[in-house]
C-alpha cells in the first residue's frame, strides 16, 4: 500500500478475529520501525511491552476495564513513558552525539559542536528533566519567564509541562507503530480507558513509569470491529492559510 491507502485502511478497531493470528515478529519489527518517530531532543524516554502471554494478556484486559478489543486481541502492545531514566538517555545520547560528529564533521568544526552537545545533554537535558515536588519545575517556569523578556525563550518547562513532551513524544512512537501495523494489514486500537493502577502491576512496572496508551493488536472480525464510517470535521474548519 502507499500512504494515502494506509492512512485510510488503519481504524480504531475495537473487534479482532480470534481464529487469525499474527506474526509476533512483524510486531516486533513495527515497533523497531516505531522508534524512528521524531520526539523531543532525541530522548526517547519511552518503552514498549509487547504481550503475547494468554495468562498476562488476560490481566492487562481486565485493567483495561475488559473492553472487547483487549479481550479479543492476540498481542498488546503497552507504550510506557519513562521519564525517570532521564540521565541515562542523556548520556547514551551524548555519547553517540561525539562519535557522529567525528564521524560526520569537518575536524574544524568538531570541537565546538562537541561542547554544545555536552552543554545541551551533559547539562540542559537533565536540569529541564530533573523533578523535586514541582519546585525544581517552578524554578525552571520563573528563570524561563525572566529570560524570555529580553529573548525569545521556550517557557513550558514546568514538571508537567515536561511530563507532556514526553507524552507526546511516545505518542508519536505508538502513532508510527500503528501506520506500520497497517502496512502490515494488521490491525490496532489506541485505548486510554484503563486502570493504570493495575496495569503498571500486572507489568511490574518501576514507580517512575507511566502508561501512555495501550494498543490491542489482531485482524478485524469484519466489520463488527469498526463502527460504521469514519468521522471527521470538515476540513475547512481546522485548515488555516496564511499567506
Not at 514498549?48 to 494478556?57: A, G, S
Not at 525552571?140 to 529573548?151: E, G
Amino acid at each position: 500500500m502507499n500512504i494515502d491507502e494506509v492512512l485510510h485502511y488503519r481504524r480504531s478497531v475495537r473487534a479482532y478475529d480470534k481464529e487469525k493470528t499474527i506474526d509476533p515478529e512483524k510486531v516486533k519489527h513495527c515497533l523497531e520501525l516505531a522508534t524512528l518517530a521524531p520526539n523531543s531532543s532525541d530522548m526517547q524516554l519511552w518503552e514498549f511491552y509487547h504481550i503475547i502471554q494468554p495468562e498476562l494478556l488476560a490481566k492487562v484486559s481486565k485493567a483495561c476495564l475488559d473492553q472487547k478489543s483487549t479481550a479479543t486481541a492476540s498481542q498488546v502492545v503497552v507504550f510506557v513513558v519513562r521519564r525517570d531514566l532521564y540521565r541515562k538517555r542523556a548520556k547514551y545520547v551524548l555519547k553517540f552525539e561525539k562519535e557522529n560528529i567525528h564521524r560526520n564533521s569537518p575536524k574544524e568544526r568538531q570541537a565546538k559542536r562537541i561542547k554544545d552537545r555536552e552543554l545541551y545533554y551533559g547539562i540542559l537535558m537533565p536540569f529541564v528533566y530533573a523533578r523535586f515536588f514541582g519546585i525544581l519545575g517552578l524554578f525552571r517556569k520563573l528563570l524561563a519567564n525572566v529570560i524570555s523578556i529580553f529573548r525569545p525563550m521556550m517557557l513550558e518547562v514546568s514538571e508537567n509541562d515536561m511530563r507532556v513532551v514526553a507524552h507526546k513524544s511516545c505518542a508519536l512512537a505508538a502513532q508510527t507503530f500503528m501506520i506500520a501495523m497497517a502496512n502490515e494489514g494488521y490491525d490496532t486500537c489506541p485505548l486510554e480507558g484503563l486502570d493504570s493502577r493495575r496495569l503498571k502491576r500486572a507489568l511490574k512496572l518501576p514507580y517512575g513509569a507511566e502508561i501512555n496508551m495501550v494498543i490491542p493488536c489482531g485482524i478485524r472480525d469484519g466489520n463488527k470491529g469498526i463502527w460504521g464510517e469514519r468521522c471527521r470535521v470538515p476540513f475547512d474548519d481546522v485548515y488555516r492559510k496564511i499567506q
